[in-house]
């Protein structure tokens, strides 16, 4: 979604309500695609602070990911708060303070969500803490069911005692 900002640069506004939702459908962040659940919700304003233009919105969506040991889907909300100054072009970015650049007359939330999702999506998600994880042998998913790699180790530790009992039979008798 663009926000014409025309009447703010015009200075016929001091403000501007933002209340809308930007569609996006996947994000590609560190060789991942994630795929938006929601559109993002945008709330807040744009206003005019000192001369500058200065936005202050929230930003909620939500996407999903999948669990770094068992790769299950996981839902992902996000809410954030962004606040920045407005600025016209790239060599206007401030180095201390977070900005925005518009293009023309138009502020592209775009953008800003990718923005926003790259900042505050968590790292590496868990499906739970105790996630067991997959079998790296036959990629089962360890939390839904067992596999038999499993059951052959154990076997293998079973018969192994009773083994060497047998061995030990015939070498006294
Ligand atoms: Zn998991
Ligand atoms: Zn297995």
């Given at each position: 979604?663009?926000?014409?900002?025309?009447?703010?640069?015009?200075?016929?506004?001091?403000s501007l309500?933002?209340?809308?939702?930007?569609?996006?459908?996947?994000?590609?962040?560190?060789?991942k695609?994630?795929?938006f659940t929601?559109?993002?919700k945008?709330?807040g304003?744009i206003s005019?602070?000192?001369?500058?233009l200065?936005?202050?919105?929230?930003?909620e969506?939500?996407?999903?990911?999948?669990?770094?040991?068992?790769?299950?889907?996981?839902?992902?909300?996000v809410?954030?708060?962004?606040?920045?100054?407005?600025?016209?072009s790239?060599?206007?970015v401030l180095?201390d303070e977070?900005?925005?650049?518009?293009?023309?007359?138009?502020?592209d939330?775009?953008?800003?969500?990718?923005?926003a999702?790259i900042?505050?999506?968590?790292r590496?998600?868990?499906?739970?803490?105790?996630?067991?994880g997959?079998?790296?042998?036959?990629?089962v998913?360890?939390?839904e069911?067992?596999?038999r790699?499993?059951?052959?180790?154990?076997?293998?530790?079973f018969?192994?005692?009773?083994?060497?009992?047998l061995?030990?039979?015939?070498?006294?008798n």
């Amino acid at each position: 979604m663009k926000i014409n900002l025309e009447k703010l640069l015009r200075k016929e506004v001091d403000s501007l309500d933002l209340n809308f939702v930007q569609e996006i459908d996947t994000i590609n962040y560190q060789g991942k695609d994630f795929k938006f659940t929601s559109p993002a919700k945008i709330e807040g304003r744009i206003s005019r602070v000192h001369g500058d233009l200065y936005l202050d919105c929230k930003i909620e969506f939500s996407s999903v990911d999948t669990c770094g040991r068992c790769l299950k889907d996981i839902d992902i909300f996000v809410n954030a708060d962004v606040q920045g100054f407005l600025v016209e072009s790239e060599e206007e970015v401030l180095e201390d303070e977070d900005t925005f650049v518009y293009n023309g007359e138009e502020l592209d939330f775009k953008e800003i969500v990718e923005n926003a999702f790259i900042l505050n999506v968590p790292r590496k998600v868990l499906c739970d803490e105790d996630c067991k994880g997959m079998c790296v042998n036959c990629g089962v998913n360890l939390n839904e069911a067992e596999c038999r790699c499993i059951d052959e180790d154990e076997n293998q530790e079973f018969i192994d005692p009773r083994l060497s009992k047998l061995k030990d039979f015939f070498k006294n008798n």
